[in-house]
T-cell receptor, first 111, second 113 residues
Framework: GEDVEQSLFLSVREGDSSVINCTYTDSSSTYLYWYKQEPGAGLQLLTYIFSNMDMKQDQRLTVLLNKKDKHLSLRIADTQTGDSAIYFCAEILGGYNKLIFGAGTRLAVHP | DVKVTQSSRYLVKRTGEKVFLECVQDMDHENMFWYRQDPGLGLRLIYFSYDVKMKEKGDIPEGYSVSREKKERFSLILESASTNQTSMYLC????????????FGPGTRLTVL
């Protein structure tokens, strides 16, 4: 069935790189997304990747897509305390553009 | 600047009450969505709408209904609130084209006593 899985928690030291991993199930998904949720706020789109791409880079963010393994990752370089948030992976399904979200990875950045 | 607003940030209701959660978007988007967010479960889709007066059940529609009388407004209704409906409720909208980005409101934290 439809399922997006990601680990629930990641802790990194300030200045290190963070890598958040996600696996999804629908190989026909055209887009895959990373959303960020800061405390007390709604979700905000961080980045997305089209399914015919292997990699997308945007400043400190790098998204890697392995379609064969249905694996998506988000790398944040030089992680800062402001990056502390919950990160959701999502895939798109169906004609009405439904998003299926993972449970979210809580990133904690410590000095 | 795109905007999705929700009528309340925090709401406290009693078991059995009828609850209305309102969501408004100013982007002329076709699609609107209601999710609930619970720790460890991520976001689960309750209902969505792809046009005025049209609605589709999501993954967990039981105990909820929706209304979309105008394009910009999508309401979530709890006919008889129960304690297991205590949650964070998030509304979103999308254009339905391009990268299909969904824009989210700030959320309503509902507590049912």
């Amino acid at each position: 069935g439809e399922d997006v899985e990601q680990s629930l928690f990641l802790s990194v030291r300030e200045g290190d790189s963070s890598v958040i991993n996600c696996t999804y199930t629908d190989s026909s998904s055209t887009y895959l997304y990373w959303y960020k949720q800061e405390p007390g706020a709604g979700l905000q789109l961080l980045t997305y990747i089209f399914s015919n791409m292997d990699m997308k880079q945007d400043q400190r963010l790098t998204v890697l897509l392995n379609k064969k393994d249905k694996h998506l990752s988000l790398r944040i370089a030089d992680t800062q305390t402001g990056d502390s948030a919950i990160y959701f992976c999502a895939e798109i399904l169906g004609g009405y553009n439904k998003l299926i979200f993972g449970a979210g990875t809580r990133l904690a950045v410590h000095p | 600047d795109v905007k999705v607003t929700q009528s309340s940030r925090y709401l406290v209701k009693r078991t059995g009450e009828k609850v209305f959660l309102e969501c408004v978007q100013d982007m002329d988007h076709e699609n609107m969505f209601w999710y609930r967010q619970d720790p460890g479960l991520g976001l689960r889709l309750i209902y969505f709408s792809y046009d005025v007066k049209m609605k589709e059940k999501g993954d967990i529609p039981e105990g909820y209904s929706v209304s979309r009388e105008k394009k910009e407004r999508f309401s979530l209704i709890l006919e008889s609130a129960s304690t297991n409906q205590t949650s964070m409720y998030l509304c979103a909208s999308s254009l339905g084209q391009g990268n299909n980005e969904q824009f989210f409101g700030p959320g309503t934290r509902l507590t049912v006593l």
